[in-house]
């Protein structure tokens, strides 16, 4: 089983940046999908990113061209860059992992939302005005 701990939010000014992190510990994996996702009170988790062992990577579209997400293997850590946040982008972000891949990233960023809260780890709260 892998433990997640997200990190790295915090409150930045409109058009700021911010990394985030989620270190992974317990079983090692290899092949996966990762992905992060958000959520503000009262609406759906929704994803921002995913990215799959074999390096493809899936972006909703409203981050595309400002956000990246990426995997540091040596550090089982997967990071989420953020550039030109926007108002909208603040939330309460949460990382999440699965292994092994699906067949398709994109439906498995889909699917993450619909887990139950008990899935989901405590998040990094971003804000931005």
């Known amino acids: 089983q892998v433990q997640l701990v997200e990190s790295g939010g915090g409150s930045v000014q409109v058009g700021g940046s911010l990394r985030l992190s989620c270190v992974a510990s317990?079983?090692?994996?290899?092949?996966?999908?990762m992905g992060w996702f958000r959520q503000i009170p009262d609406k759906e988790r929704e994803g921002v990113a995913g990215?799959?062992?074999?390096?493809?990577?899936s972006y909703a579209d409203s981050v595309k061209g400002r956000f990246t997400i990426s995997v540091d293997a040596a550090k089982n850590t997967l990071y989420l860059q953020m550039n030109n946040l926007r108002p909208e982008d603040a939330a309460m972000y949460y990382c999440r992992v699965e292994s092994p891949a699906w067949a398709s990233l994109r439906l498995w960023v889909a699917y993450q939302p619909r887990l139950p809260p008990n899935h989901w780890g405590l998040g990094t709260q971003v804000t931005v005005s």
């Open positions: 317990g079983d090692t994996i290899s092949r996966y999908c």
């Open positions: 990215i799959e062992s074999d390096g493809s990577t």
